[in-house]
């Protein structure tokens, strides 16, 4: 870090390791180890060394988009190539969930189609209009969304390249990647946790929402991805932002002067089957094996999610697969270990309910109120949303 980047680091106190960079850290208390960056964070009272924080503060930072641009929430696989997309997709491991999927032909048939390309307008940088505006000064078609004014799709390939993204005015995220942040519906002053944040759709997604006001702590385990998620933030003009490098599974509060958050948002690592039309070789390391260990974790995040929640707050669970052992069977397991029930909602696009059956194990019949979305009904990706409130 230059001498110049420590001397604007106002009110920050630390070690004086040399791989912190802070900036404007208001409130900020920590020693610095290892890889800290702080700036504005509200609330926050750093952390202890090894811990990885990072909380960005991006003032008038506004950088083309380098390699990637972090691509929407579940958007962590490689885009496919013309190559991939003419091959004919393996469907074999979702041959399990014919029982559970009406009309399966109509669902395969979409499986093995490329998603269209879609962004969301960042808010907190530009309007729709101002956003489809600069989309059609540049020549790129857009069809918008009944649904939402915010979500476009867009005539390319990639939207990384136009005008409006290097603005931060759109940013690539899937459609059903959308929801989660939109059933939550966080407040401007609330103090919400995403507690598997990288890439950082979502977390730039509930920031918007909250009109940049109040408190998102985005967490990931993954210390290589916090460069994609600081990034994101960065360019979309996020600030009020805190980013972690914890396991969501033992969060600690210990850094923050607030004993629990207002809301959570828990879209958990999974097995990704729903991205096959992103990425057709998603399966080909499938097993079961990796499905049952990865909802093991899944049951741990969203424990925890309950736990740091207030009494009557809202936690929202999603994922991007059909797997009932990584859905419906999370839910049943929560819903018995911990103070919560599940809540109705409404989303404007077509869904199913959740399973109450599978393979032989019943699950509590309140996880019905959980929705699934099929590729073939939406034009989507696949996809899994419930919403929980925490017990007084």
Known sequence: MSVSDRERAEGFRGCGCSSVVAERAEGFRGCGCSSVVAERAEGFRGYVCGSSVVAVRAEGVRGRPA?????????RLPKPTSAAR?????MEE???????????????????RPLPSVVRVNTIEATPERAKRALDEEGVGWTGR????AVLELDTDNPGSTWASYHGWIHGQEEVSVIPAEVLAPEPGERVWDACAAPGSKTTQLAALMDDEGLVVANDNNLGRLSALRFN???????????????????????????????????????CEGTIRKNPTTLDDWSLGHVRSVAGVQKGI???AVQATKPGGTVVYSTCTFAP?????????????????LVEFEFPLESRPGVTEWQGDAYDGSVRKAKRFYPHHNDTGGFFCAKLEVGE
């Open 325 to 341: 052992e990584e859905n419906e069977a999370v839910l049943d397991h929560v819903l018995a270990e911990e103070e919560c029930r």
């Open 302 to 304: 969203l424990r925890r």
């Open 86 to 90: 003419a091959n004919p997709v393996s």
């Open 94 to 112: 979702l041959e399990r969930y014919e029982p559970l999927i009406e009309e399966f032909d109509a669902f395969r048939a979409a499986c093995e």
């Open 146 to 149: 009944e649904w939402s004014d």
């Open 233 to 271: 933030t960065e360019r979309l003009g996020v600030t009020n932002a805190v980013v972690t490098n914890q396991d969501a599974r033992n969060f600690s509060l210990k850094p923050f002067d607030f004993p629990a958050f207002d809301k959570a948002l828990v879209d958990v690592p999974c097995s």
């Open 67 to 75: 390699t990637t641009t972090g691509v929407s929430a579940h958007d």
